[in-house]
């Protein structure tokens, strides 16, 4: 069952995944999901220094990193009314981070194709594919036009913990 254009998305609830302070880069690939090598081209594009001091990015470096290619989080719940007044919830959050082209085709559940045809009013916006990948700017660019992959749940937040939701309306 789909849910009708009645819903009203209000907000997203986020959770960051890093703060800012001295990292590897190592840690950075780790955080990334990306290859060493990816994230080395993304920082010679962007002109962010690569000198590392006794091997740690120093925190200006990284909040640089941050400005440039943003840094991963998750989208885990949605505040959401459907037309009953009834509230809903995610069912599992949505990890913005870097994504190559069919990683988000997968998690749109759509065709190459179909997903070309959605972003190609938005190209402007969004922007070209940079290393083979969406950076996160382009990625909540993307969220912003087309909205989120998620499936709604009338799950409990113990259920959901759990991993035993009832999945009921998809979105």
Request: hydrophobic content about 40%; glycine content about 6%.
């Given at each position: 069952m789909i849910i009708s254009t009645t819903m009203t998305l209000q907000k997203y609830k986020t959770k960051k995944l890093f703060t800012v302070r001295e990292y590897k880069f190592k840690e950075l690939v780790e955080i990334y999901k990306v290859d060493a090598k990816t994230l080395r081209k993304w920082m010679m594009l962007f002109e962010v220094k690569i000198s590392l001091d006794g091997?740690?990015?120093?925190?200006?470096?990284?909040?640089?990193?941050?400005?440039?290619?943003?840094?991963?989080?998750f989208i885990y719940d949605i505040d959401c009314d459907l037309s009953d007044g009834e509230k809903k919830m995610m069912s599992k959050p949505f990890e913005v981070r870097p994504y190559k082209f069919k990683e988000l085709c997968a998690m749109y559940n759509k065709h190459p194709t179909t997903m070309r045809r959605w972003l190609a009013p938005f190209k402007e916006q969004i922007g070209d594919l940079i290393g083979g990948y969406y950076l996160i700017p382009q990625i909540e660019a993307i969220i912003e036009h087309i909205d989120l992959p998620y499936t709604i749940t009338d799950a409990t937040e113990s259920e959901i913990e759990q991993g035993n939701p009832k999945q009921s309306k998809v979105a």
């Open positions: 091997l740690y990015f120093k925190i200006r470096q990284v909040e640089a990193i941050k400005d440039t290619l943003g840094f991963p989080y």
